[in-house]
């Protein structure tokens, strides 16, 4: 009988994590369990209870760890957009992306759905951090700042609704599957010449 690896704590949740986003991505939210994920990791039950307290618990740092990583993504496309080497669309694409197809919608959507609302909490306050780190100096002026938070809520609600209901609305309207990206990069567009010009 070959014997497991011991893990440190971190790389403990790490691999569960990782395991969450998997089974999130291929079978959806409600796929998200501790026994779904302690079966795909081969561990007990128990070691996850241990690192998360519950379904709940995983479920929350699940969309912590999901936030931080779309966030750190963007943070780079945007600074990248910023410095003439990416694009507005690069933007819109990675956030459209994060909220379709590596689950953040669906587990926006299975959180509210759920009661389970406090878990969207790290997704809120990765985003806030998002947006201060990305314009420190519009932060220190009100209107850059009323800028900047406008942009990104609408940009987010956008890539959050389009990941919930864009490719039957689109359709329903006929309309290419990609107009609400296409909008969004409009809005991007017209954002960061009023940043450079400022």
Do not use: Y
């Amino acid at each position: 009988m070959a014997s497991r690896k011991r893990l440190t704590p971190e790389e403990s949740r790490s691999t569960a994590l990782a395991a969450a986003r998997a089974l999130l991505i291929e079978t959806g939210p409600q796929a998200v369990t501790l026994k779904a994920v302690s079966a795909r990791i081969g561990r007990t039950h128990a070691n996850l209870l241990h690192h998360f307290g519950s379904a709940s618990g995983l479920q929350k740092a699940l969309a912590e760890h999901l936030a931080k990583t779309v966030c750190e993504t963007i943070i780079d496309a945007v600074r990248a957009s910023r410095a003439g080497l990416g694009s507005a669309r690069e933007v819109v694409d990675l956030a459209f992306d994060a909220f379709d197809r590596e689950g953040a919608g669906a587990l926006t959507s299975w959180m509210l759905l759920t009661g389970n609302e406090d878990a969207l909490d790290p997704i809120i306050s990765t985003i806030h951090e998002l947006v201060d780190e990305l314009a420190p100096a519009e932060a220190d002026h009100a209107a850059g700042a009323q800028t900047i938070h406008n942009d990104t809520l609408t940009l987010v609600l956008m890539a959050l609704g389009d990941a919930l209901i864009g490719g039957a609305l689109a359709k329903s309207l006929g309309l290419p599957r990609d107009a609400a990206r296409g909008r969004a990069t409009m809005m991007l567009e017209a954002s960061l010449a009023d940043h450079q010009q400022a």
